[in-house]
């Protein structure tokens, strides 16, 4: 009788789970046991004793958040990848392997990670831990990366891309030329998201759905004008605008509400990975880089908010659920 409730309550938490969820956990442990190996491997070969210091701490970090994941799968029965090693110490030669060579390679793991954690995050949202968790890790690794990025500049050992010079820009902070082309599209994107947000409020009919339209337009608005901002230091022509008022349509019954919230959550979903790009591409100015950090937080907040919101409507889609 007890191993029968105990199998039920397994079985009743792994039903709080979804299938995609279940292979994003795994794939986030799986990737840091990965980097964990690779780091204390090469830590060996590394002569900058500041440097050295550098991926000790990204490895207890990383461990750190190895916990927490191994908790999430084994509350869910979900069987691990194949745990890292404790600790690496080979004989090495030091001259075989140069620090900025060092550098490059965990700032391309940094960077990858930001890639699996965003798409873990986009396609969570059965489960609120595994959700909470998801979210969490991607600020720390949006934060691991700004900070390393910082670090291999004062030690010159990044290469900076192409820059973009306008002989007419009113600044003379210096900026990539992938920066400005990920403003000028942030800019465009929100343009566009605008357009359809008002579209899609003409055609809402519950009333708190049209509360949240209006206020997604006037975070948009205010996001716009500090992106025109940055794009005008540069003396960077705008894109066009649309009309600000576009006619209403005579009836909103054959489109429902849960549709129009499925869309709007699934284009804040592609804010989020158009940020997370703009981010791991600025190298030059950290200042822009920040601008990008902010603005993926905040899309972050937005989208917790609005899944909770579509959970209580029953708005959300009903993705397969784990089942071992």
């Known amino acids: 009788m007890l191993f029968t409730r105990t199998r039920d309550k397994a079985a009743k938490a792994r039903d709080q789970v979804g299938a995609e969820e279940a292979h994003r956990l795994w794939r986030v442990l799986k990737h ?32 750190k958040e190895v916990k927490w994941v191994e908790k ?13 090693l404790t600790d690496i110490n080979v004989a090495a030669d030091p001259e075989s392997m140069r620090d900025c060579q060092t550098a490059r390679l965990v700032h391309m ?40 990025i910082r670090y291999v500049k004062v030690k010159g050992w990044v290469d900076f891309p192409p820059q ?58 205010a996001q716009t004008k500090l992106l025109e901002r940055e ?9 066009e605008k649309y009309p600000e008022v576009i006619p209403t349509p005579d009836s909103s019954e054959h489109v429902e509400d849960k549709f129009l919230f499925t869309l709007i959550l699934e284009g804040m979903k592609s804010a989020v990975t158009l940020q997370a790009m703009a ?17 993926v937080y905040e899309e972050l907040d937005m989208i917790t908010a609005l899944i909770k919101y579509g959970k209580l409507k029953g708005w959300l889609l009903k993705p397969p659920m784990y089942r071992p």
């Open 32 to 63: 840091r046991y990965i980097v964990i190996d690779e780091c204390n491997t090469m830590v060996n070969f590394v002569h900058d004793l500041e440097f050295k210091l550098i991926i000790n701490h990204l490895v207890d970090d990383w461990t």
């Open 72 to 84: 999430e799968l084994n509350k869910y029965s979900i069987p691990s990848p194949r745990p890292n």
């Open 109 to 148: 793991f940094l960077a990858r990670d930001i890639d699996i954690l965003i798409d873990s995050f986009r396609d969570s949202y059965i489960n609120d831990d595994v959700f909470s968790l998801f979210k969490e890790l991607s600020e720390r690794s949006f934060r691991r990366l700004d900070q390393f």
């Open 164 to 221: 973009y010079f306008n002989p007419h820009a009113q600044t003379s902070e210096r900026i990539d030329s992938t920066t400005i082309f990920n403003l000028w599209h942030h800019l465009s994107y929100r343009y566009v998201v605008i357009q359809l947000t008002k579209l899609f409020l003409s055609l809402a009919n519950d009333a708190d759905f049209k509360l949240i339209l209006n206020e997604g337009i006037d975070n948009m608005k």
């Open 231 to 239: 794009l005008l230091k540069y003396n960077v022509m705008l894109p």
């Open 279 to 295: 981010i791991k591409e600025s190298i030059t100015n950290d200042r822009l880089r920040g601008l990008f950090q902010d603005l």
